[in-house]
């Protein structure tokens, strides 16, 4: 063999290898990670592309992406809907790391331009509607899976002049780090708050019910000590968002989903891309509101060529939303399929960006992360083992080492949330930052606790009334570590012009916590308003503080004592029983004959009673937070809450002067209606059986004042009306930006209407009527009071405005029945101060 024909043969054989090796060699490979300046948080499927070439990729739902090619540019950009692009230089035929932080771009969402013809997006909506009974998880009988989820609030928006201030120049230290937790061209955030928790979620349907078992939870952050309470409410169940219903929940609003049935109205679509995500082929849409001021999204959805199910969404609002104190709301969901068919979400990611109070304070981010994992379809489990809707395992709050916790994360914690632990824990420690930290808690609980007692409520120390005049207070209750069984609860009160001092003590034992069982004794002596049901304000400190202010025009000392039993006999249903004695001693002109059949009969002014009542309550979906030694309810979401309560009264016991029958309906329900808004409804139904004194039936509250309240009859004077038998209706609609957000200019006020009515239907027996002294004891004339005519309903219909500069409320009220009766009010305009978002 020739040694010509032998090279040949070599170079045959060599060439490709060699041409392979030159071309690996020169191979560029570049890896990184896409995140927002402002937040910190990944960027999910961002564009990422070789400068004036079509090679490029997509990041992953965490921002990350990998890029391979043999003939690259000399740069790579990255691009993604509302954000602005970034290019940066790379190094051919090296592996390489370059990360992106892209600065948000209101500016690039412009409006979708539809050409003559069909939008080509539409069609692919009409099918994404037409298959959602097919891909929405809610068809499933039952799932179960492994989540866990991840909690981070931060201080941002951490300007010079914020920096300035003598509280934020006492943790310099701390703030000149955050810069390298920031990154290079990322706005400074100062961490105050973290957690993580591992928990197992079951649902069934049929009937619908839901469980979160909380098994690890580790929490970490200023302020932050026992964090039982927070514990519950970090689980995923608070970060659960289905973008197949029609409208989703969001901070208590209700914003409209861009896959609802109803999309057309108010969204408009642009088919942007399709590709494959996954072994998926989806299709790219990108979605904007009609009407920016709407509770609406702008972002990105893919959807499967092949089921036309979610397969990713990225939707955000922005600072033209008609929200108050929100700049941002953003959700990023990545939904995978089950074995079954319907989807589920396998990542999610949130994230609320609180704006600025004031030019000189900072802002703050709430981030919030869950992954779920080994996913359990159609083993339904037993009715009772949903009782519980959220249970914390013994254990949970052990604290674990970071070793243990590596292994139950699904992902590992970044250098940077590593760095985020270590910077709390120096935050938490500064001697200052502990100081205010105590105030703020003392006032948002109104206690301020020395280990085993707490004091308070601070709200409660001082009021002022006509009949008291100046009122000091001071209380003091147990804590959860004095006891996790017995609570034990006092106050002492003085008024300066009655010289009288009123007390309350109370002893509660708590018999079981897995079905909520308590038993309360109870003694009180104090000054009460008739038609103030004090009972139901003894767990709101606020409003009780509030109803000991002002004008008392029917107010009376009683000495009140009670025993209760209230018990969790089932998921949704609780029975409670009570027993009380009380006395009745009038501030007022009041006066009531002893024998109403003799014209000379005794008048009285004061009686005593004792009665027992049972009360049924049930709330089908209502969901309940421990908090120590307290059941904190959350409400329902679609069920009402329907309370049936008889008492019944004793003649003869511990001196008690009457023997009578009450009987008493109530239900409460949050409604959705859709671009309307949310209204809520309260019916209330009560029969006395009996012949009572007129501050023992039911007294109609009415409003004298221009402050607005949800709970009078806006137009109704003091005591016009009393009865022994009615049925009320009342109903707020709260419409957001209905209307107003449409109209050009005022929108910009983000003014938001509303609709009231009370409707009550009522009567009163002429035995009742007659137990009306027109005199007292003394020959006084007393109070009048009126009564119903049977038959004729007492009718006031509203409209108004909130939200005017964030705080004002305006309502317009109008009296529609008993417009003859003396000192009726026709019309009438009410104001109220609230916050909300």
Known sequence: ???????????????????????????????????????????????IVFKRTSI??????????????????????ATYIGYKSRTKAIVKGAKQTINFQLEEDVTSLQEVVVKAGENPAFEILRRIVRNKNNNDKRKLIAYEYDTYTKIEIDVDNISDKFREKKIVKQITQVLDSIERIAGEDGKPILPVFMTESVSKIYYRDNPSLKKEHILKTKINGVGVEDGTTITQMVGSSFQEYNFYQNWLNILNKEFVSPIAD????????????????????????????????????????????????????????????????????????????????????????????????????????????????????????PQPFYERSIEMAEDARMFENDQYWDTLRHEPLTETEKNVYKMMDTLR???????????????????????????????????????????????????YSFSKKWVLKGNLAYGFTDEKIKYMASVERILSRHRWTTLTFRARSDIDRVGVDNESLDNNSILLALARWGYFRRGYYSDDYRATLNRELFKGYSQKISFRYWTFDPTFQFGYPANPEDANSMILDSYQNSEVSIESRYARDEVFLQDDNERVSLGTSKWPIITLKYTHGFNGVFGSDFEYDK?????????????????????????IFDTLP?????????????IYSSVLYSLMNYGEFVSDRFASLQYQQYMEGFLLNRIPLLNKLKWRLLATSNVIVGGMRDSNKNL??????????TLPVGYFQNGKPYIELGYGVENIFKFLRVDFVHRLSYLDNPNARKFGVLFTLQVQL
């Not at 054989?13 to 020169?26: R, V």
């Not at 501050?695 to 004042?705: A, C, E, K, T």
Request: glycine content about 10%; overall charge neutral; some cysteine.
């Open 772 to 781: 009306i002294s027109s005199t007292t004891p003394d020959g006084s004339e």
């Open 1 to 47: 063999m020739s040694s010509k024909f032998r090279f040949k043969v070599f170079a045959l054989f060599i060439s490709p290898l060699l041409i392979a090796g030159f071309a690996q060699a020169q191979e560029t490979i570049i890896q990184g990670k896409v995140i927002d300046a402002a937040s910190g948080d990944p960027i999910p499927f961002a564009n």
């Open 429 to 479: 420690n500064i001697p200052v930052v502990k100081t205010y930290t105590e105030i703020i808690k003392v006032a948002l609980d109104g206690y301020y606790r020395f280990d085993k007692i707490e004091v308070g409520s601070y709200v409660g120390l001082l009021a002022w009334n006509d009949i008291e005049g100046v009122r000091v207070q001071a209380g003091i209750k147990t804590s």
């Open 56 to 77: 490029g990729t997509t990041t992953d739902f965490e921002g990350n992406y990998l890029l391979k090619t043999s003939n690259p540019a000399d740069s790579i950009f």
């Open 663 to 687: 009987l008493r309906l109530g239900i409460s329900k949050r409604i959705k209606t859709g671009p309307l808004g949310v209204g809520y409804l309260t019916l209330t139904g009560e029969y």
């Open 262 to 381: 109803g999309w057309r109205i108010y969204y408009d679509y642009d088919l942007t891309d399709s590709l494959y995500i996954g072994n998926d082929f989806c299709y790219r849409l990108d979605f904007f509101p009609r009407s920016p001021m709407d509770l609406a999204f702008t972002g990105t959805l893919w959807i499967t060529k092949e089921e036309y199910a979610l397969k990713q969404i990225d939707a955000s609002t922005g600072k033209q939303a008609n929200l108050n104190f929100v700049d941002k709301i953003r959700i990023q969901q990545e939904l995978g399929k089950t074995d079954l068919g319907p989807w589920l979400p396998i990542k999610n990611r949130v994230l609320i960006d609180i704006g600025q109070l004031g030019k000189e304070n900072a802002g703050m981010l709430a981030k919030f992360y869950t992954s779920n994992k080994n996913i359990v379809t159609n083993h339904p489990r």
């Open 694 to 706: 007129y501050p023992m039936l039911g007294i109609h509250l009415g409003n004298q004042s221009p």
